[in-house]
């Protein structure tokens, strides 16, 4: 697949104080000012979903938990938990972990969060 001709230059100046905390904060990260800022604009670009693999990873984790407490719950609630019924939404929320974070983020996206 090739990359799409990027033809567009976006520039912007900083103050000392301010570039020192942009430089700070994209170390942290482990990147360089300029691809911090530019993935920074991406990602809000695409709705604030084009997640960095750290935040997906614990987006991830986020909506297996979310998962589980709302299956745990309405296994409760219906007099119906049990070891093995918690066994296997266990399993499930293991190995359906991406289609549950893919649901959980375009929920967000359609009521605009």
Sequence with gaps: MRERVK????????????????????????ENPNDWC?????????????LSRNERIIFEEVSRIRFLLGQGFYLLAG????LE?????????????SEITRHLLSGMKATGR
């Design 38 to 50: 530019r993935k920074l604009t991406l990602a809000e670009l695409d709705g604030g979903q084009g």
């Design 7 to 30: 033809t567009h230059i976006v520039v912007f100046r900083l103050d000392e104080n301010r570039w020192h905390q942009l430089a700070e904060t994209a170390k942290a990260s482990g």
């Design 79 to 82: 007099d119906e938990l049990n």
């Design 85 to 97: 019924e918690w066994e296997e939404v266990r399993r499930k929320s293991q190995e359906k972990v």
